[in-house]
């Protein structure tokens, strides 16, 4: 029998090292090169991934997704049935909720994700609102609960992955339950042949390889939902719920690196600087960029959004670098009124730290 109790998340001592541990889940997790934000999709390989426990081996000719609970026609339907229905594409930019936990200090010990932890799709599904309503929801369902094929331990807590959604958040047309990724298949890390895709929300929203869908009459209190995601600063504290992303603009960066460091150098003259920059509260509105550790900023050129809300944008600044040591910066700015912080957004599980990316360059003419 496995422990049936949450423990705490870790934290390291300030400034300790990575965990052995910690470099497992690195090897298995990865994240986006930033290099490849110049492109406006994400091939598969390249777009952020991160398993929480083992990759399922599912048969598509056996796989069944139930739809039950508080319903009134139970439903089971196979991958076909689902490729008989509304076929719909949306572009939806993806960022795990850990992202720039590495950077805090102490820094919670889990997944070590500096940036890097996006990418943008073309997810293909069909809309998941009209399945719930032929399901015939129940008077009373307050959460829609998903469940994945992945099953493990967790903080001592033996489970499949769960996440539970707002009926009202599970019933708007965006939901897709998509079985094609950039118009093929999805690979096995991405969540074949079924999985969730909520636009604007975090990626532990957007389950993989689900096998249930349940409607339920009170609030779900699965650890995904009840302990881990949530912001808190401390063990004690119930937090407040992780849900959509918090603006975030991030720089391709210039010129060429240094092996180890990643450390930039860039010949002087004209160059254009360059990024992404998305939200899951409300569109970007602007971004600034510095190129003096943020003690001035200009607006940088933010392209039309060509294609579709639930995208990033590109923005652009033609900068004259001149010769010396420069440190980088983007900041978002959304329409809701949200702006990038400036510092680090610190909470024990080390989630939605929006922090703005900081970049090394040394320009130099040799």
Not at 156 to 171: S, T
Request: charge should be negative; hydrophobic fraction near 40%.
């Amino acid at each position: 029998m496995f422990a049936q109790h949450s423990k705490p998340a870790l934290l390291h001592p300030p400034g300790a090292g990575l965990s052995m541990d910690e470099l497992q889940l690195a090897a298995r997790n990865h994240g986006l090169p930033l290099e490849m934000l110049r492109d406006e999709v994400t091939p598969p390989g390249l777009h952020y991934l991160l398993v929480h426990f083992d990759i399922p081996h599912v048969d598509a000719r056996s796989w069944r997704l139930r739809i039950d609970g508080a319903v009134a026609r139970p439903i089971t339907l196979d991958l076909d049935d689902l490729r008989q229905r509304e076929r719909k594409t949306t572009r939806v930019t993806v960022e795990c909720a850990g992202n720039g936990r590495a950077r805090l200090d102490p820094r919670p010990e889990s997944q070590p994700w500096l940036v890097e932890a996006v990418g943008t799709a073309d997810w293909t599904g069909t809309p998941l609102a009209p399945i719930l309503r032929d399901a015939g929801i129940d008077e009373g369902v307050v959460d829609i609960v998903f469940t994945g094929a992945d099953h493990g331990i967790e903080r001592g807590i033996e489970q499949h992955y769960q996440r539970g959604l707002g009926l009202n958040d599970a019933l708007n047309d965006e939901v897709l339950l998509a079985y094609e990724m950039n118009g093929a298949p999805l690979p096995p890390q991405h969540g074949f042949p079924v999985r969730l895709v909520v636009p604007g929300w975090y990626g532990m929203a957007h389950v993989k390889w689900l096998t249930r869908i349940d409607a339920v009459t009170e609030a779900f209190d699965g650890y995904q939902n009840a302990i881990a995601y949530r912001l808190r600063n401390n063990v004690t504290e119930p937090g407040i719920p992780v849900t959509r992303i918090e603006p975030r603009a991030l720089l391709v960066p210039p010129g060429f690196p240094d092996f180890m460091s990643r450390r930039r150098f860039l010949r002087p003259g004209p160059t254009t600087v360059e990024g992404r920059a998305w939200s899951g509260w409300a569109p970007v509105t602007a971004v600034d960029v510095s190129t003096d550790a943020g003690a001035s900023w200009s607006a940088a050129m933010l392209d039309g959004d060509d294609h579709g809300r639930w995208a990033w944008s590109r923005f652009s600044m033609q900068w004259d670098a001149p010769p010396g040591e420069h440190e980088l910066c983007a900041r978002a700015h959304d329409a809701s009124g949200r702006v990038q912080d400036s510092q680090p957004r610190w909470s024990i599980g080390g989630f939605a730290n929006n922090e703005v990316q900081r970049m090394a360059v040394l320009v130099a003419d040799h």
